[in-house]
């Protein structure tokens, strides 16, 4: 196919010069040019300037004139895109409810001893937990936000989502024996997508009054960072944020999302769409755990690892 591209090319380039439209003593160097974008395979995103840098660097003595007529031949569509500035984004697809759970920590307040920690269903975009502690680096607290919300809904998810770190290691664990395969899925968070759009949600409605306010101590020299400041600063305001961040999930899972042009991502009520997938033509993907088996296992292993749980 390539193959046959490119002595397409070639050959309305002859016309071309036949006609006078380009000179003869150029379809040399365009036919150089040609050969070295193919040469160059992995420059789908490059532009005529980056190619040419890639073409010298390759040995390939070619006009930089001659590079830009090369891509618009042989890559109209990509020519296109980038002269409009725009990033070819991949669209985000959850077949439904519980398919997949993004995991990831808001570390905007860690400096104040406030470490926050959400889950967001990926289809629904519900949260299934968002709690403020003093550490979100622990393991075995993420593992027991983990627990808690898997005893409620007595299955987990057919997959999770998480950054790389020690934090998410025994969720994996829990994950992966739950469900009986490997299904923990680690990734940097640039790609953990729902999560981390959901953190801008957060900042506006809740914790830029946090940032602000507590900068202020900083700022006046009232706060150093120890231990003393730190534990002050949890006794006086865990409780409050805590609260504020129920109200966010409470009034998140509960107001409409707006249609978007990725057909993938459902727009409605994220508790509805949670609830009634039927609605969606879709079904819940959640794995059913038997409470009396599984779990008498997994409390042994929850207190191995020294995680306590009440389960419902």
Not at 6 to 30: C, H, S
Not at 38 to 43: E, L, N, Q, R, V
Not at 170 to 187: C, D, K, T, W
Not at 241 to 254: A, G, R, Y
Request: with cysteine; proline share 3%; net charge positive.
């Amino acid at each position: 196919m390539v193959d046959s591209t490119k002595k397409k090319k070639y050959e309305n380039i002859k016309e071309d010069t036949k006609r006078g439209r380009i000179k003869a003593t150029k379809v040399k160097d365009r036919c150089i040019g040609s050969s070295a974008l193919h040469k160059i395979s992995s420059g789908a995103d490059y532009g005529y300037r980056w190619m040419h840098l890639q073409c010298t660097q390759s040995g390939l003595n070619v006009p930089r004139d001659t590079v830009e007529l090369m891509m618009k031949l042989f890559d109209p569509v990509g020519v296109k895109m980038r002269s409009k500035k725009r990033l070819r984004r991949r669209h985000y697809f959850a077949r439904g409810p519980d398919f997949v759970w993004h995991l990831d920590s808001y570390d905007k307040l860690k400096r104040y001893g406030l470490c926050i920690n959400g889950c967001l269903n990926g289809f629904s975009r519900q949260i299934i937990w968002l709690n403020a502690y003093s550490t979100s680096s622990n393991p075995r607290i993420i593992a027991g936000y983990y627990m808690e919300a898997v005893s409620k809904i007595k299955g987990c998810p057919s997959r999770v989502r998480g950054d790389h770190g020690t934090e998410n290691g025994h969720v994996a664990a829990f994950q992966n024996f739950l469900a009986e395969r490997e299904s923990f899925i680690y990734g940097p968070s640039t790609g953990n997508q729902r999560i981390e759009s959901f953190w801008y949600i957060l900042r506006r409605q809740c914790c830029q009054v946090w940032i602000e306010k507590l900068g202020v101590l900083v700022d006046d020299g009232l706060y150093n960072g120890d231990l003393f400041d730190k534990n002050l600063i949890q006794y006086c305001c865990m409780s409050v944020l805590q609260n504020e961040l129920n109200d966010v999930m409470t009034t998140w899972n509960i107001h409409q999302i707006r249609p978007t042009k990725n057909q993938n991502c459902p727009h409605g009520r994220p508790m509805i769409m949670y609830m009634i997938p039927t609605s969606y033509e879709t079904r819940s993907y959640r794995i059913e755990v038997e409470l009396n088996v599984s779990f008498g296992k997994i409390k042994f292993v929850m207190k191995t690892y020294g995680i306590y749980v009440e389960f419902t």
